[in-house]
Structures are given as C-alpha cells and as structure tokens.
Nanobody
Framework: QVQLVVSGGGLVQPGRSLRLSCVGS????????IAWFRQVPGKEREGVSC????????RYAASVAGRFTNSRDSAKKAVYLQMNNLAPEDNGVYYC??????????????????WGQGAQVTVSS
C-alpha cells in the first residue's frame, strides 16, 4: 500500500524554524520527485518547493526561496522541508506529493500521483 506521511508541523513564532518530514512506504521514494504544496482556507493550493529524483533538481516558489530547503534521506525513505525564518504568510496546511518525474515542478499538481495527509504550520506571535 502506497503511503506518504507528513509530520513536523506546529505553531512557531515569526523568525523561527520548522522541519517537515515526508516519509514514503509502498514505493521507492528515490525514484520519485517530491513536491510540497500548501493551502490556506479560502485560497487555492500553491506549490512551495520540490526536489527531483536523487537530488537532480530543486525548485522553490519565489516567496520561500532562500528560506526553505529540501533534502532527501534515502535510508529513511524520507524527504525533508527545512523552513527557516518563518513568517505569518507561511501559514497553511502543507502537503507532500510524489510523482514519477525526473525533474520536479511545483506548477502542475496533476503530475503527482501520491499525496500525504497534510500538516498544519502556524506562524504567530
């Protein structure tokens, strides 16, 4: 059974950091591009960042470039999203998604086959 589990969300103050984890099972995570999307109530889900197969490529939305970083841990079948210098505009439910893409994209959700359950990130003082 294919599954992606997202963890690491929470409540933090502006300027602090969080690391989201996306752990896969039932498929070989290294063969898939992993993307992160976030959604705020009342707004469309937006692409945040992605990492291609075996670190072949990375993409970041302009709003998070320089603050967010993807990484993979093949042994743990995980992809991480390190989020630094968080701001209230980063609030939302964060989802990870896996797609059989050699190069990743955050522009087209439909390219991703598997989705995690989402984790709430709240940045507030």
């Amino acid at each position: 059974q294919v599954q992606l589990v997202v963890s690491g969300g929470g409540l933090v103050q502006p300027g602090r950091s969080l690391r989201l984890s996306c752990v896969g099972s039932g498929f070989i995570l290294d063969y898939y591009a992993i993307a992160w999307f976030r959604q705020v109530p009342g707004k469309e889900r937006e692409g945040v960042s992605c990492i291609g197969v075996k670190d072949g490529s990375e993409r970041y939305a302009a709003s998070v470039a320089g603050r967010f970083t993807n990484s993979r841990d093949s042994a743990k079948k995980a992809v991480y999203l390190q989020m630094n210098n968080l701001a209230p505009e980063d609030n939302g439910v964060y989802y990870c998604a896996a797609g059989p893409l050699p190069l990743c994209t955050v522009e087209v959700e439909g390219l991703y086959d598997y989705w995690g359950q989402g984790a709430q990130v709240t940045v507030s003082s």
